[in-house]
DNA sequence: ATAAAATATAACCATAAGGTTATATGAAAT
DNA sequence: ATTTCATATAACCTTATGGTTATATTTTAT
């Protein structure tokens, strides 16, 4: 079902997913673009994988990259709902105290 | 800055969070909801805590727990902006390419 | 055929996460 | 004063994270 909370806990797995979000890439690019090696690079595009946030596809010596649109959709949707709900409730939970106050 | 995605990571977490929305409780009430240990909820609020997502409050015995909603407002905002941002990207992507096409 | 480029994988390391049990501490009740 | 209740802390364990370097492997270019 797509952690996608894990998926986002890393601001190297966010700034990977803002790029895709852009234009399939190369992995080349990605690595390219950040400091750390290639193999940790490849560590982060796996979850990435694994959480099925991003496709992979092979043309000859280059492995693309790009955001799987609909499922990152409803994951953040998903998020959305839950983490919102929080605010929601503690909003509601202040709307009923003042209507009480009155 | 309140790491609200090392927050947020937990499902447990994510549970304690939308507990004290409802309402400030004591530690006693958190554990009894959960099955694991009370060592093991410590550390979670422990987290919850160095992220300022959560205040703690002793009185007594007892030590009282509530949402810290103003951070938790702000740092739902950013990631808000920082996660929807790479749908917007890819609907402009999209938006983009539909004019070129036509 | 060989060299070079892009990616993959292996082995390693340090630290963080998430849990446990056992025990200490501090406050309240008997 | 002593027990009891709520919380805190210590010591330990296992697995996940996030990185490294070195070395395949595969594909393309010379």
């Known amino acids: 079902m797509s952690d996608i909370y894990r998926a986002i806990s890393d601001p190297i797995r966010r700034q990977i997913l803002n790029m895709l979000a852009e234009r399939e890439l190369p992995q080349l690019e990605i690595v390219k673009s950040f400091t750390i090696s290639q193999p940790a690079i490849k560590k982060h595009l796996a979850i990435l994988l694994e959480e099925k946030l991003v496709l992979e596809r092979r043309e000859g010596k280059y492995?693309?990259?790009?955001?799987?649109?609909?499922?990152?959709?409803?994951?953040?949707?998903?998020?959305?709902?839950?983490?919102?709900?929080?605010?929601?409730?503690?909003?509601?939970?202040?709307?009923?105290y003042l209507e009480e106050e009155s």
């Open 63 to 96: 492995c693309f990259y790009r955001l799987n649109t609909p499922v990152f959709e409803v994951e953040y949707q998903r998020l959305q709902n839950e983490i919102g709900r929080i605010l929601d409730n503690k909003l509601n939970r202040l709307k009923q």
